[in-house]
């Protein structure tokens, strides 16, 4: 299996901070952000990544991370000009995926959980993760049925559905890639992860894992200061990078 990090975009909600560097690349704890998504991958057993960056941040994301060999791991770096929407990332790693499996996981998002063993297990369809949150409404959610299979997935829904949260790590076989280039921006002007999701998920291909351990968005001001806690805490020392 292949691993993308999504770490492109402007930051706004981490302004003035970003003013000068990617959110990913800012300090969290003792190691960059990207550190953690990176260490997710490789503890997962992934040696293959690619790096989605914005374009003036790539030379930045270079100098950190180089070939990433000294990790064990052979990393390719891409430009997202402009950010519409996560199944990009599918679109910009088109030739780098290829006919592949492969899992995508967002800059910003911190982990506990190790998910080595649903990647071993992983052979077709798409697999994605939830946890129970109390604040379901700031992501997309999924609704279970009375057997707990995924009968819904809405993105952010204005009316409680759940209190699972879909967090920013996926699992996907290679059709994933055509299914991502034919999507059509929702009202937002960007193209929805939930409708990748909902893809495989009205073909009975979709499992939803019930993640318990620590996941983190440090996408806001607020979250990025939570972050630092929880990485002194207890995140920092799981990092193998």
């Known amino acids: 299996m292949r691993g993308i990090i999504l770490s492109g975009g402007s930051g706004t909600r981490l302004k003035p901070l970003t003013n ?10 003792n190691k960059p952000m990207i550190y953690y998504p990176l260490n997710t991958l490789l503890k997962a057993g992934i040696r293959e990544i690619m790096i989605i960056v914005a374009p003036e941040r790539a030379g930045d994301y270079l100098n950190l991370l180089g070939s990433g060999s000294r990790f064990g791991a052979k990393l390719t770096y891409e430009i997202q000009d402009k950010p519409s929407g996560l199944p990009e990332a599918f679109v910009i790693g088109q030739n780098f995926v290829d006919q592949e499996n492969v899992a995508l996981i967002l800059g910003d998002n911190l982990f506990e959980n190790d998910f080595s063993k649903d990647i071993k297990k992983f052979k077709s369809g798409a697999k994605i993760f939830a946890k129970k949150v109390p604040d379901p409404e700031r992501s997309g959610v999924v609704k279970f049925d009375r057997n707990k299979k995924a ?35 929702s009202t937002r002007g ?16 979709l499992e939803v894992g019930i993640i ?29 990078i």
């Open 20 to 29: 000068i560097t990617s959110k990913q690349l800012l300090p969290v704890y």
């Open 151 to 185: 009968e819904k997935i809405v993105e952010k829904p204005k009316k409680w559905l759940s209190d699972y949260a879909i967090v920013g790590f996926y699992l996907y076989d290679h059709r994933v890639l055509e299914v991502a280039k034919n999507l059509k921006p």
């Open 190 to 205: 960007e193209t929805e992860i939930v409708d990748l999701h909902n893809w495989y998920l009205h073909r009975h291909e």
């Open 212 to 240: 318990k351990g620590i996941w983190h968005d440090a996408g806001t001001i607020e979250s990025y200061y939570e972050a630092q806690i929880l990485a002194k805490k207890k995140l920092h020392k799981q990092l193998i």
